[in-house]
């Protein structure tokens, strides 16, 4: 089994950048799918970005695209969320995920989560 801890949460002003990590346990973090998904207050959890082991393959939402970066350090295990331009619709707690299938968007189901991080942009 896989463990997931993020970390990197805060309070910034719309406008403004975050990074997030996750650092994962484990042996077979390389071949691991990782993502991250995102749940606003009231709402049902999203999808948002998503990056294969090697790191070849990479999914988006639509509205995180251009802002957002997902990048991975294997040697690490670590995977990270560059959010960038910030707005306060993309307050939400964040959560790291992994698996080993890849799948496009929001159909993605990954089987292991971590706890979650807030993250809260203000205007």
């Known amino acids: 089994q896989v463990q997931l801890v993020e970390s990197g949460g805060g309070f910034v002003q719309a406008g403004g950048s975050l990074r997030l990590s996750c650092a994962a346990s484990g042996r077979t973090f390389s071949t691991y799918v990782m993502g991250w998904f995102r749940q606003a207050q009231g709402k049902e959890r999203e999808f948002v970005a998503e990056?294969?082991?090697?790191?070849?393959?990479?999914s988006y939402a639509d509205s995180v695209k251009g802002r957002f970066t997902i990048s991975r350090d294997n040697a690490k295990k670590t995977v990270f969320l560059q959010m960038n331009s910030l707005k306060p619709e993309d307050t939400a707690v964040y959560y790291c995920?992994?698996?080993?299938?890849?799948?496009?968007?929001?159909?993605?189901?990954?089987?292991?989560w971590g706890q979650g991080t807030q993250v809260t942009v203000s205007s």
């Open positions: 995920a992994a698996d080993t299938i890849f799948a496009y968007g929001n159909i993605w189901s990954p089987r292991y």
């Open positions: 990056l294969s082991g090697s790191g070849g393959s990479i």
